[in-house]
């Protein structure tokens, strides 16, 4: 296991294009990051550069606090996982997964392959299959025997690029279980290259996002949905993504769309002399008024809008709310929609309402929206000027205490298994 430092890193093509762009990451001991951003972003690039499949054009690459820039893929020592597998179709599963340790020629006795193969197979449930040929596995198996020849290894870190993308949903959401748990238990660094953010979310420990070829932040799911750094990781992170409309300021007063609101001092100085901001409310910030208790209605603010199209989903209500674009930050905001492969729906708002609401299509609603969330964003640069430094410390410090505890009962488990088994790898049958 080792720690992954990325420093300055640039990468230049061939025909001059710039895919990465001064990158400055460190990845600790066993975390599992994750490299996130749309389709162009430079994820690939960069998991690739990390590997070693790909020259890195400026700044330094330490593994271990060691630079291994010139290092070929192999001295490096980590195991990757592709998309499409790449698995030997002429052989069973148990040699495909012992194919890295046969590679290594004369380094693992027979014995030992056995052994080896045979814990991976445990771990990832697959020694029904072991004499099978890849051809007669489903894709969730394939997918397995693939994560099983990167384990069998005793490799440093363990690199993922969209290894669930040719799965369907339900699959998806396995493998992406099996995954965690399986990074838990072996406690080895982890990097993953994903553009589902759904995957983002719950799989890292910090998540970095990446906008064509530029880090934009590092920092835990919880810090990036709560406390995003600017207009692109706001409306990347979250689904049904972020609402974002104009706001006009007049003093200490917001003109939204919808309603005027009454900023707090301490936000109105932020805005600074901004006479007009772009406001941004999560979809789960708005309630039906008429389902709210009071003490939450008084900390809010009650709207009226007209109702478009309602989508009902049992335990939540989806309203869209159109309303009429402000074409100072229209052009700004259809910008980052077609960055984000979005939909287009910049000129309504999508609110999630409780599943007892009974706002209908067509209506006029009675509607509320918790002000204290809303995040305001400088419309020439995206800055967030909402941004509470001092919570996302917090955040911060709480995640990294949950993973290192996580981390460690993990490790404490795996002694533990392996105490049971004879203190040593187990034999195999
Ligand atoms: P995707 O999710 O679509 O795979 P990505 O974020 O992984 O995207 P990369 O594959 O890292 O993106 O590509 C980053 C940028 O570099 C893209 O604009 C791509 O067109 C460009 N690029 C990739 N490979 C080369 C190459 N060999 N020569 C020139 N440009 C390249």
């Not at 589902?196 to 998540?207: I, N, P, S």
Request: charged fraction near 30%; charge should be negative; hydrophobic fraction near 40%.
């Amino acid at each position: 296991m080792a720690a992954i430092e990325l420093k300055h890193i640039e990468k230049v093509y061939g025909d001059g294009f710039k895919a990465v762009k001064d990158v400055n990451l460190d990845i600790a001991d066993g975390e599992f990051m994750i490299l996130v951003g749309p389709s162009g972003c430079g994820k690939s690039t960069l998991l690739r550069m990390i590997v070693g499949l790909e020259d890195i054009s400026d700044g330094e690459l330490l593994i271990d606090g060691k630079r291994v820039n010139e290092k070929a893929p192999r001295e490096r020592n980590l195991s990757m996982v592709f998309q499409n597998y790449a698995l030997y179709p002429h052989l069973t599963v148990f040699e495909n997964i012992a194919f890295p340790l046969r590679l290594a020629r004369g380094k693992h006795s027979e014995e030992e392959i056995r052994a080896k193969v045979q814990r991976a197979a445990d771990l990832l449930e697959l020694n029904e299959h072991l004499d099978r040929k890849p051809a007669n596995l489903s894709g969730g198996q394939r997918q397995r025997v693939a994560m099983g020849r990167a384990i069998v290894r005793d490799a440093d870190a363990f690199l993922f690029d969209e290894p669930l993308s040719n799965l369907d949903a339900k699959l998806r959401g396995q493998m992406r279980t099996e995954i965690a748990r399986m990074q838990r238990r072996l406690g080895t660094t982890t990097v993953y290259v994903t553009h589902d953010q759904t995957e983002a979310m719950t799989l890292g420990d910090r998540v970095a996002v990446l906008r064509a070829g530029v880090l934009q932040q590092v920092a835990s799911p919880r810090e990036l949905y709560e406390q995003p750094v600017n207009l692109f990781v706001a409306g990347f992170i979250g689904s049904p993504p972020m609402n974002f409309m104009p706001g006009r300021v007049e003093g200490r007063t917001l003109h939204l769309p919808f309603v005027d609101v009454e900023l707090a001092p301490d936000v109105a100085e932020r805005v600074g002399g901004r006479d007009l901001v772009i406001v941004g409310v999560r979809p789960e910030h708005f309630e039906d008024a008429s389902v709210l208790d009071e003490n939450k209605q008084s900390r809010g603010v009650v709207f009226e809008a007209d109702v478009d199209v309602t989508e009902w989903l049992g335990d939540s209500l989806y309203a869209y709310l159109p309303f009429e674009p402000d074409p100072q930050v229209q052009d700004k905001l259809e910008e980052l929609d077609r960055e984000l492969d979005g939909e287009g729906m910049r000129t309504q708002l999508v609110v999630s309402l409780d599943g007892m609401s009974r706002v209908r299509e067509g209506e006029r609603a009675r509607l509320w929206f918790d002000a204290r969330r809303m995040h305001l964003f400088d419309p020439e640069t995206g800055e967030n000027l909402t941004r509470d430094e001092q919570e996302a410390a917090r955040i911060n410090e709480e995640n990294e205490r949950a993973r290192t505890e996580a981390l460690e009962r993990a490790r404490e488990a795996e002694r533990r298994a392996e105490e049971k088994n004879g203190g040593g790898e187990r034999q195999s049958a």
